[in-house]
């Protein structure tokens, strides 16, 4: 018996209608629905995406990814979650993995992928592509991410100001995803470069409680949500005004 | 009467099923799809990628933007064009501009929707996101783009090989857009900095004709076409096995 595929399914940024076509296809031909289990009863954002594209008929599979630091804890468990996709894989039935955003793009699914080949290297793998939560933001805030030459920096998280002030000092545009714990240094850092004017977050971009600051100038103190992201125009580039 | 509405549709990589729901969705129900101009008679990617949903009774509308680097003959282009998409949408007809990639992300959208806001400022805009191509491209190659805390460069042609230097001493990933004129100076560096075994070049991502090449050690003088990126894994990352 052949065995199972899984796929990365990249179901975009919070709108259900922004995962792709290829994504729903596949999305809706497996048996299998895996995502990242909620926390606290509350539903995962990727859950919320592939809820209303289900069909009945689909397994439901909720996997614990713990939000902790520990490498020891989390490798446990990314080979549960692993060990528990390979259980249908091995029957044949292929599974999908539903990833917020974009599964390449900073995923959870790296792991489980990574882990599921290292304990069954016979094991295939494939990722369809989505949009990633940058993308989806700067359309929300009616400006583009990048143009002509301007150079691009992502930081995942801060660990050192230092890094902010070097991608400040260097790149044209600079996003930081996952902006919530360090929002106050990160405020005071481009306060000093004078950079708050030119600076936007955005909360949980295309969801219905999506949020906008559009000038950081007078929010030195913003409590922001896990999913925010900030990102700088650190070189004079294009304002629209979209809607 | 109301003017009607630009819509900037990301249209995505190549393939026509990665572009959106909503996406597609808003191209289906507008009656003009304008896109760039094929060049030499042939047809672009964006109006390939958008021909199979287009409706016959849809209008299309292929607009010119010459591939030059004079500023005037740039600029005049986009007020001829800007023009054209004004037409319809002061007769209160919605117009959809069918982008390749993400259309926030060096995308000619951009200008577009500046000149005409600059022309008439009543003009509504409103951009949809979608899949860009180094997302496309590292779900070809099987790899992450990013994981974990990995700082990210994106640069969008090179003008010196200064920038790549610093890029490369200070980021985990480093993409190179458009790559094609520069290929050969790029492999100097990444053979200097021993960065030849991963680095990854894409060649039309998604595309029926895409090409990868997955270690450069070999390989000095690529011919690459014009939509090639170049992707470096400067740290170690994970190299998975996907299909």
Not at 85 to 97: E, K, M, P, R, T
Request: proline share 7%; aromatic share 10%; charged share 15%.
């Amino acid at each position: 018996m052949q065995i199972g595929t899984l796929f990365g399914i990249s179901v975009g940024p919070g709108d259900p209608e922004l995962i792709t076509l290829k994504g729903l296809r596949l999305l809706q031909r497996v048996p299998i629905v895996a995502f990242p289990a909620g926390i606290q009863g509350k539903p995962g954002v990727a859950q919320c995406i592939v809820m209303p594209w289900l069909r009945e008929e689909q397994q439901q599979l909720p996997l614990m990814f713990p939000y902790v630091q520990d490498e020891e804890l989390l490798t446990q468990a990314w080979r549960v979650a692993a060990e528990e996709v390979w259980h249908y894989l091995q029957q044949g039935q292929d599974v999908a993995f539903a990833c917020e955003g974009d599964v390449s793009f900073y995923s959870t699914f790296t792991y489980l992928a990574q882990t599921l080949q290292e304990l069954h290297p016979e094991c295939v793998v494939q990722a369809v592509p989505g949009v990633c939560s940058p993308m989806a933001a700067v359309a929300a805030l009616g400006v583009p991410l990048t143009v002509r030459s301007q150079r691009l920096v992502v930081l995942p998280a801060l660990y050192a100001v230092a890094e902010l002030e070097t991608a400040l000092d260097w790149a044209d545009v600079v996003v930081l995803m996952k902006v919530s714990s360090v929002y106050e240094q990160v405020w005071e850092v481009l306060q000093k470069h004078q950079l708050l004017e030119t600076a936007f977050v955005v909360e949980r971009a295309t969801l219905p409680n999506q949020v906008i600051y559009s000038n950081l100038r007078d929010r030195p103190h913003l409590k922001l949500p896990y999913f925010s992201l900030l990102i700088v125009q650190v070189t004079q580039t294009l304002v629209l005004n979209f809607s």
